[in-house]
């Protein structure tokens, strides 16, 4: 995966984390998975896992293309998990909690991998005269059928 940038420039990186980087906590009859300085995608009803998000300064005019991923190492945790799903923001104005939205069963039920991408831009764009462009980096695997976990360790160019 990488992450690639025309006028000149480059930009490389390498994104890591171990088992020893998670947090597991059990909420009721599902697992969480947390690490550190990270968030979580949320999509409601899918797997809550973490996502790192990392900023890049680029060259003022410079054109992000594509993001390369150069290399993946994909290592499996021992244990199996039950993923919590993304549940809706609760406020914290004393309003009534939203309801708690049960496992979506089109990707619970899936042995494709969640979330199918490792990388992706979110934001491109310029800021106090900075080009500034944010990936979302996705280092947990969930395969929901098989409740197995995987970690990526990754080398990004862009």
Do not use: C
């Amino acid at each position: 995966m990488g992450l690639t940038a025309y006028s000149y420039a480059q930009v490389s990186d390498n994104f890591s984390i171990n088992q020893s980087d998670l947090i597991i906590q059990q909420n009721g009859i599902f697992d969480e998975i947390k690490i550190i300085d990270s968030n979580f995608t949320d999509e409601i009803g899918n797997p809550q896992l973490p996502v790192k998000t990392v900023s890049y300064v680029l060259p003022y005019n410079s054109t992000v293309t594509e993001i390369t991923i150069n290399s993946v190492a994909i290592q499996k945790l021992s244990e199996t998990y039950y993923i919590l799903p993304a549940q809706h923001t609760i406020f914290l104005d004393w309003s009534e909690p939203p309801p708690f939205v049960e496992p979506n069963p089109e990707i619970y039920n899936s042995n494709a991998p969640y979330p199918n991408k490792a990388v992706e831009i979110i934001n491109d764009g310029y800021t106090h005269g900075y080009h500034v462009v944010t990936v979302a980096i996705y280092p947990v695997v969930y395969h929901p059928a098989n409740r197995e976990i995987f970690l990526r360790e990754m080398k990004i160019f862009s």
